[in-house]
């Protein structure tokens, strides 16, 4: 019998959260193709703030004209984007107030989405918060995979080259087991990265033992045979999320998966410190893991 772990990745709901700014016009239709490629159900989600009311034209906060409005522009936007008529029928507009990543938790958590696909450019990211309040606390908050997508016009969703930085924590193969699942859908190449903290500074330099090496070569080998998952490796030491993204630049990769820091959590891991300013500074799309998050 097959389990998830084992299923080729194919989401059944997908929330796509928007302000109709140009960054998430980008993710809303590679979110809509994704969809109609997996018959997935999609909630397309507007949350409104106190300042929505000039933004949206609104002059009484929430009102019904406001929310119509919204609705309206969302409605004209999802004609622009060409999906199937069997992708339109479960489509599902949703315009609600109050702090965005609140008000995104709680549909995820009442509508089971099993991923979220978010711009990490717009009003809702980069340009209003300069990435650091609601695109970050979406990734950070959310239970659910988030697809943090870098806008690109006429760009798609197939991840031909996957980088998984492992740090051999006990989230490394919620990772591996995910990236497996994206292989068997799109024929990815997968390289697991594991970077070594470099502890030299100016006035002491600390030779890596090579059987440190050989130790973490041991480690990842001992992990893709767990997942049963056939993936190149690369080791190497620096300062963890530089070289992470030195390594997705210098192999093209397309896609990035990694798990996020949980705070709440005592014991969060290497990656889950550094995943902040990976997701920042990526140089392409990052898929993001919650450490609650179960396959």
């Given at each position: 019998?097959t ?22 016009l ?7 193709r ?5 018959h ?10 106190e300042?929505?009311n ?16 919204v609705r ?35 549909v995820v ?12 450019h ?6 209003k ?35 998984v930085?492992?740090?051999f ?10 990236a ?20 030299s ?8 033992p090579r059987t440190h ?43 990035i ?39």
């Amino acid at each position: 019998m097959t389990t998830a772990k084992e299923e080729p990745f194919h989401p059944k709901r997908i929330l796509l959260p928007t302000d109709l700014s140009e960054g998430n016009l980008i993710a809303l239709k590679i979110g809509l193709r994704i969809a109609d490629q997996y018959h997935s159900q999609v909630d397309v989600v507007t949350v409104l703030e106190e300042s929505d009311n000039n933004i949206y034209g609104g002059t009484d906060h929430y009102n019904k004209e406001l929310v119509d409005k919204v609705r309206e522009k969302i409605t004209q936007a999802l004609k622009q984007i060409n999906v199937s008529d069997t992708l339109k029928k479960n489509i599902h507009i949703s315009i609600r107030k109050g702090r965005p990543s609140k008000e995104i938790n709680h549909v995820v958590h009442n509508n089971f989405n099993d991923l979220i696909v978010i711009a990490t450019h717009g009003r809702i990211g980069l340009e209003k918060f300069q990435y650091g309040s609601c695109t970050e606390e979406i990734i950070k908050t959310s239970k659910t995979p988030v697809l943090a997508l870098k806008p690109k016009v006429g760009k798609i969703f197939s991840p031909q080259h996957i980088l998984v930085p492992v740090d051999f924590s006990s989230r490394d193969f919620h990772a591996l087991y995910f990236a497996k699942r994206l292989k068997k859908v799109f024929n990815s190449k997968i390289t697991v990265l594991h970077v070594i903290p470099d502890f030299s500074t100016a006035m002491l330099t600390v030779q890596l033992p090579r059987t440190h090496l050989t130790h973490s070569e041991k480690q990842i080998k001992k992990a893709l045979s767990t997942v049963e998952l056939e993936a190149e490796h690369l080791i190497c030491e620096g300062q963890p999320s530089e070289e992470i993204l030195k390594k997705a630049a210098e192999l093209q990769s397309d896609l990035i998966l990694i798990p996020i820091r949980d705070k709440s959590s005592a014991f969060t891991g290497l990656l889950g410190m550094v995943s902040d300013k990976v997701v920042r500074k990526a140089p392409c799309d990052v898929l993001t893991l919650h450490p609650d998050f179960y396959l």
